[in-house]
């Protein structure tokens, strides 16, 4: 008969929030930059000069077609090859802020390129330059199209942080794995994390569906 | 000390990638009948399905495949059953897939006018006929597209199942590392190898999409 002690994994509980918010934290930081990263690869590849639309897609592509965690292994692990050295932290949030903006920019380009001709030429005729056209008459309705879209990305980001616990990042799966290397609860540690991540997911996409409007593109 | 070069590398990782595909296509075909028989006990209204199959979809939506595959790892062994990391991988990822092909193809049924649903109906088709000759022909059409778009995403969670020591592209770039002590350069070569894996589903997905709507 199977066993299960929960107990014994949720009285380490301060070390499963702090995982908690570690996991929070890099979602956090790399949702800001890789939405900016999302919405430069946009700009270039709708807007922007040829060449650098031609590298943001090739950006687009290279990550797209790659699992995060070799791209995470190539930050933390391949780079000090070159002599850049970077703390796990930093790796994780730099790999998911560029996988975020690669996705980012092409869920954006398509709310981009669905902009009604009529309302560019409507601002060129009114004289706003063309950063003014992108950032007031482009940008906020194509967001506002794609938010949805956008939200899943993030959370599907959120959810791939757990292999930065692979690296060493004291994220919530991290936390999971010390737990049950001290209590040898393997399978009661990774339930738990995974409820909380269950739970983190839902309440990530109620809040971003909220403030998405509010904060972003107005209603 | 042994000098590796750089042909070593990669025809070492070559060889570890047919693990890569050979789970991946175990996930794909795998979890694409058991995603369809969830699709049709949704469909066919059976009793609590519709609620079971949802919940069952946010489940593995909502949470890490490497979780996923933690869960598989420890669960079984708990179970008692000694397994290997092939069958634990092998076992989350059919059941990932399977939850992300429902949900797939389950916007394709919903996409066919109800009209034809009616149609098929009046002409005393039973359910598993309408779904045979009426709603699956055409719902087959609209799915093929994001169906070879999700291959892509079952060849990259494949790379999770390093973590629980199946060695496949990613577990091979890590023990190769370590004998060789050039991150750079065997991490750079896994990554080339995913992308020649991916990035030709990807153009085929694409291309597919494409003919879909113009028709």
Redesign the interface.
Known sequence: MVQLDFAAVLVEWPALLRGLGLTAGLTALSTAGGLLLGVGCAWARSGGPRWLGLVAAGYVEVIRNTPFIVQLFFLFFGLPGLGVRLSPELASVLAMTINLGAYAGEILRAGIDATPRGQIEAARALALSEAQVFTRVVLPPALSRIWPAMVSQIIIVMLGSAVCGQISAAELSYQANLIHSRNFRAFEATIVATLLYLALAIALRRLLSWAGPRLLFGR | MVDFSLWDIVRNLLLAARWTVLLSLTAFVGGGLVGLGLLIARIARWPGADRAVGAYVQ?FQ???????L??AY??L????WNVSAWVAAALALTLYTSAFLCEIWRGCVLAIPKGQWEASASLALSLGEQLRHVIGPQALKIAVPPTVGFL?QVV??T??A??IGFIEL?KA??MI?NATF???????C??AL??AL??PI?LWSRRLERKLHRG
């Open positions: 489940v909502g949470t890490p495949l490497l979780m996923q933690f869960l420890f669960g062994a708990l179970l008692g892509v990259k969670g790379a999770l390093s973590v990613t770039g890590t590392t050039r991150p750079f350069t065997v991490y750079a896994v990554a995913y992308f991916c990035f990807s």
